[in-house]
């Protein structure tokens, strides 16, 4: 990921408002960010939990999304996975994530949904720089297969947003 500065990150979003992008948090610490081990700038907002932003170079252009997390996480002790890195949480560490679609659909309710980790910390994952909670599952592939799996997982994930269907 190239390193992203406030003013690219606010002109990214293609799933709100000019005025929404700029009252929305950013991440703190931007310069101290370890842009290369990141195949996606993902945050949450602390004052609203439920809101949740990915930036990312798709397909050339940088895009970022809105997304919304649902409120119904019940620890029931079961796990989930993540649907870009493929890392197991239990279920309060993985959350299904919506994304309004762009323009007149997003405003009429229609909405793109996944199950992403909650941390947004996919890239580390993937790098095995961050460890979760979970033992995970023996898995075959190399660190760079599951880069390429991440970015494939969210190119994925973005246009089915951006794309109309």
């Known amino acids: 990921m190239i390193a ?7 002109a990214s979003f293609v799933n709100c408002s000019q005025g929404e992008a700029k009252r929305l948090r950013v991440p703190l610490g931007l310069a101290d960010t370890a842009w290369d081990t990141l195949d ?6 602390p ?4 809101a949740a932003y990915v930036v990312t170079q798709w397909r050339g252009t940088l895009t970022g999304l809105v997304m919304r997390l649902s409120t119904d996480r019940r620890a029931t002790g079961r796990q989930n996975m993540c649907a870009l890195c493929h890392t197991v949480h239990s279920t309060t560490d993985v959350a299904l994530m919506v994304a309004p679609r762009p323009g007149a659909a997003g405003r009429a309710g229609n909405t793109v949904g996944t199950y992403l980790c909650t941390d947004l910390a996919c890239s580390l994952y993937a790098r095995h720089l961050k460890r979760p909670d979970r033992v995970q599952p023996v898995e075959t592939l190399t660190t760079e297969k599951r ?19």
């Open 47 to 50: 004052g609203a939990p439920a």
């Open 147 to 165: 880069i390429e799996r991440v970015q494939a997982n969210l190119d994925t994930f973005v246009r089915r947003v951006v794309e109309a269907s």
């Open 40 to 45: 996606f700038l993902g945050w949450r907002d």
């Open 4 to 10: 992203l500065t406030e003013s690219e990150i606010r």
